[in-house]
């Protein structure tokens, strides 16, 4: 069974910094690209930051890019995101996602997220 845990989330202050984590289990970790992702009240999810299975190849959504750092230990099955520089605009759940081959086709898996807020 697939499962994605995210932790890390908290209320910290405009300028602070947060790292989020993601303990993943269920599938083989160290060949997937990981995902994050984040949910505004009132938004729809949008993308955060990705990285390769072997952690290259991360990118990010222009609203983070420079602040926000994604990385990964395979040995631990974990992905984080480093968060810095943080905005009452970055105010959101977050979630990580794996997109998992299983059976001849492609599934999305999600984790429960995480809330950050970033307020004075």
């Known amino acids: 069974q697939v499962q994605l845990v995210e932790s890390g989330g908290g209320l910290v202050q405009p300028g602070g910094s947060l790292r989020l984590s993601c303990a993943a289990s269920?599938?083989?970790?160290?060949?997937?690209?990981m995902n994050w992702y984040r949910q505004a009240p009132g938004k729809e999810r949008e993308f955060v930051a990705s990285?390769?299975?072997?952690?290259?190849?991360?990118s990010y959504a222009d609203s983070v890019k420079g602040r926000f750092t994604i990385s990964r230990d395979n040995a631990k099955n974990t992905v984080y995101l480093q968060m810095n520089s943080l905005k009452p605009e970055d105010t959101a759940v977050y979630y990580c996602k794996a997109r998992i081959y299983s059976s001849g086709r492609y599934y999305q898996w999600w984790g429960q997220g995480t809330q950050v807020s970033v307020s004075a």
């Open positions: 990285i390769g299975s072997t952690g290259g190849s991360a």
């Open positions: 269920g599938f083989t970790f160290s060949t997937y690209a």
